[in-house]
């Protein structure tokens, strides 16, 4: 938890500077708190990225190669004629300032460079100055600048301050997408060295482990077999997942803190008690056993690397197709990117659902299905015995998870699903929810505890919209689908809403879910008391 | 990329819309220049001819509201030249023919006035 | 300060335009510098959209603003999440002719205990559309000068534009509206610090340039009468490329055309090119379909992970002494 009270917190002063904002100087000593710490050196020497070294953002000198300016122009010349999206963004820009209310972190924090549009501007500056002709003739006039160390510190302290959420490219007129300028600008900052712990940490970990927290097989196995046990005292049904099983039906992937924390494992448990319930015919993989996918806060390089592992694995164990858990950025690379970088999937067969003999025509192509979109069918199938009075001493609300609903467009499937097995749901405010929906301040690798500051500011738009449900309609359970969010809104509710805790979608399923042969459950998956019933006397 | 068909096509009908005016010319040949004919002997207007090119409009719309609605019927000129205000008695006498006088520019420039919603317009031979 | 010298930079153009056509600078604002001018926007702006074409879309980052495509029974959003590119066609149709994404705009407010509170917020909507259809209606009305005979639907937006016949000449809607959103879209910048704080000369220059252009425009019709037959022949002599600069013309309207030519010459080099880019935007003008149909990235790196092999070669004795099965059982 940060030095700083609620209250110091939340009295924000959004009054810009009077000096222009193109003359950088960020003291990283008096700023602690919302920055994070660099990437371990043998993080990088493993996964070969350039310069590894020990260094911290308060030194004077950050020890960048001789040529570093070079660098990272012909880097960003390079991905000018690689990405469209790029230039097109540097190009089109008015600065009609639409988007800087957007952002959870100019929300939270009054700093006017968290503006999306000066954090674009940030490095526009600076491709103006290298590359367009009103730049090089005007300098400064024109919104040119050189790239001096400064301006290249200014870098590191606010691209490593967007959690590219991309709610301003849903206001922006051009649809200019922030975190593409973030990914790209990252990608830059990579080229020299400059990156975080908390993301390349994970990357190194997932490249060689197969998933970010570096669990490795063995205890893969004891994770899900303790959660087995613990499912079978709540339950009284024994389920039994495979791990690395030729031959199965499908291959399901999940995100690895659904296996290793709370409340991540309910979650976890809530997957268990499906699928066993249907009897689909599945496996687990300890090699694929991250759906996350860290690269994509590091490099597309580094996506596509990470990502290999899914659809090598579906073919090495001959599964016809692949489900996914839920996770937010996980979705964002296996919507948006996994098919293009490493398809295509022509080894696996369209999806279709065993149980109901829908046919996923959506994930056609890339043969994987969101576990919302598979639930959601079979609930409307009418496949699942549930008793959603067993969430009745929960009161439920909804985040929408940044990446699933703007990336994506998983809008209805959760909610569905989440009406389909609690009581009591109620919505948070219309801007504050599906596409307009606030990040939960710590994704893109900025969920560390040295950040904790900047999380908490950044986070404060969302946790402002749960405490307003949690007045209104006594909300205690904000559910989601996302992995960090499971971390982070956690952190961030025991800060700003004490009274609310946070779990996935499939918990809630877990919680409502009859089994076959199970005893009467007297707790949750949390092992807490369920709320009293009429007639349980009677039964 | 399959897109890159679509973009130019985008652009050259974009500019091809844009240069309409170009084609139209080269189409239609060079337009010649208005030249309204005046059937008269008189050397000038009420006022000098640059004036009235640019501000006949508004002289005209004085003279309506001078005369309807104040009743006074004597315009004095700049040159302390004194002429009765009337359409059809005063500029129609030296300019009969709306065809080949008032049309002339007007339809040149797309200028659609509305003297014509309450005078009668003259009989002329075509 | 950059707004005043961005204003002063416009009026001193004017007044190059004013006097250095009075000085002899004839031929050289009236017939020289327009074509420059013309040359200057046709090449930079196919130059540009090129360059933007050169550079491929190696993904599919559609921003989804509403339900997705996947079970028959969801109804999914055609037009904030498009599944076929018909759809993705329609959502950037409206995205240019209407600014959807604009007019969702609201306005995040602190108030007192950590509170915040969003309110519609669609003036910057409103101006922008205001502004931007005006100009296009103006731009539409001068054609009245290039083209002989004038098309009957120039003559239809002049007569609608002056539907109340106000004043005379008749009083074009348009006229005030373009003056107007033009004075709020400057003020606004100028009354909101964070707007102040993030406006470069470049979104000044832009404004007042426009604001000149527009209102040496309002003058030459309303108060300092042109010889329009005069003007027209200038403008049909450009057009025809047979160009000569008529007597009579007035200076004003050399400022006005001047102004104008320097318009052409900065678009493409500035900012207004979001006229082309709107266009072009990968995260608005694609399909949603990602996972329906393979997106091709024609520079995709021949990457390869970690394999499979690797990992069990390193984690072999773990993966026997916890009864994983290994790749050849």
Partial sequence: MPEKTRDELVRIDYTPPRRDWSDPAIDFEARKGTWSYPAAAKNLRYLGFPNPRDWSPTDEDWQLPENWQQVIHDGLAERLTKYRSLKLFLDVCVRCGACADKCHFYLGSGDPKNMPVLRAELLRSVYRNDFTTAGKILGRVAGARKLTPAVLKEWFYYFYQCTECRRCSVFCPYGIDTAEITMLARELLNLVGLNINWVMEPVANCDRTGNHLGIQPHTFKDNIEFLVDELEETTGVRVNPSINRKGAEVLFIVPSADFFAEPGIYTFMGYLLLLHSLGLDYTLSAYASEGGNFGLFTSHDTIKRLNYKIYHEAKRLGVKWILGGECGHMWRVMHQYMDTMNGPADFLEAPVSPFTGTAFTNAASTKMVHICEFTADLIKHGKLNLDPTRNDHLRVTFHDSCNPARAMGILEEPRYVLRSVVNNFFEMPENTIREQTFCCGGGAGLGNDENMEMRLRGGLPRANAVRFVHEKHAVNRLACICAIDRATLSTLMEYWVPEVDVSGVHELVGNALVLEGEKPRTTDLRGKPLAARKGDADA | ?126 | ?329
Avoid at chain 3, 23 to 30: H, S
Avoid at chain 3, 233 to 245: C, D, F, K, N, R
Wanted: aromatic share 10%; net charge positive; with cysteine.
């Fill in chain 3, 1 to 329: 300060m950059r707004v005043v010298w961005s204003l002063l930079l416009v009026g001193a153009l004017a007044l190059v335009g004013f006097f250095g056509a009075q000085a002899g600078g004839q031929a050289l604002f009236g017939i020289v510098l327009p074509y420059l001018a013309m040359a200057v926007f046709l090449v930079g702006i196919a130059v540009r959209v090129v360059g933007w074409a050169r550079s491929p879309v190696p993904f599919r980052i559609t921003t989804t603003c509403g339900q997705e495509r996947s079970l028959a029974w969801i109804k999914a959003s055609p037009l904030d999440n498009p599944s076929t590119g018909l759809g993705a066609a329609a959502r950037v149709l409206l995205e240019v002719l209407t600014f959807r994404s604009l007019f969702r705009n609201n306005r995040s407010e602190l108030r007192d205990g950590g509170r915040f509170t969003v309110s519609a917020d669609k003036w910057l909507w409103a101006a922008a559309l205001a502004f931007h259809y005006s100009f296009l209606v103006v731009f539409l009305r001068h054609y009245r000068f290039f083209a002989e005979p004038v098309p009957a639907v120039v003559a239809w937006i002049q007569g609608l534009d002056g539907f109340f016949q106000v004043g005379l000449p008749v009083v074009y809607v348009t006229d005030i509206v373009l003056v107007v959103a033009l004075g709020y879209l400057l003020w606004r910048r100028l009354a909101d610090p964070r707007l102040r704080y993030i406006s470069l000369p470049a979104d000044y220059f832009p404004l007042a340039l426009l604001l000149g252009i527009a209102l040496s425009g309002v003058l030459l019709r309303y108060v300092s009468k042109a010889d329009v037959v005069a003007v027209k022949e200038l403008a049909i002599g450009l057009v025809s490329l047979h160009p000569t600069v008529p007597q009579g013309i007035d200076p004003l309207v050399f400022a006005h055309i001047f102004l104008v030519s320097v318009l052409l010459t900065y678009f493409p080099f500035s900012k207004l090119v979001h006229m082309a880019g709107v266009f072009l935007s990968p995260t608005r003008n694609l399909a949603n379909d990602n996972r329906m149909r393979r997106h091709i990235n024609p520079w995709n790196p021949p990457i390869v992970g970690h394999t499979y092999a690797e990992w069990e070669h390193e984690f072999h004795d773990k993966l026997v002494a916890s009864g994983i099965p290994l790749d050849e059982e």
């Fill in chain 2, 1 to 126: 990329m399959r897109d890159r068909g679509l973009i130019l096509t985008g652009l050259t009908i974009f500019l091809a819309l844009l240069l309409a005016p170009v084609w139209q010319a080269a189409l239609r040949g060079s337009a010649r220049k208005p030249e309204p004919k005046i059937v008269t002997k008189a050397k000038q207007c009420v006022e000098p001819t640059a004036e009235m090119r640019r501000n006949h409009m508004q002289l005209l719309n004085t003279w309506r509201d001078t005369v309807v609605r104040r009743d006074q019927r004597t315009y004095l000129a700049a040159d302390g030249k004194t002429v009765t205000m009337s359409l059809s008695g005063t500029c129609m006498s030296c300019h009969p023919n709306k065809k080949e006088f008032c049309d002339a520019c007007h339809n040149y420039l797309a200028v659609n006035p509305y003297c014509w919603e309450c005078h009668i317009e003259p009989k002329e031979k075509s």
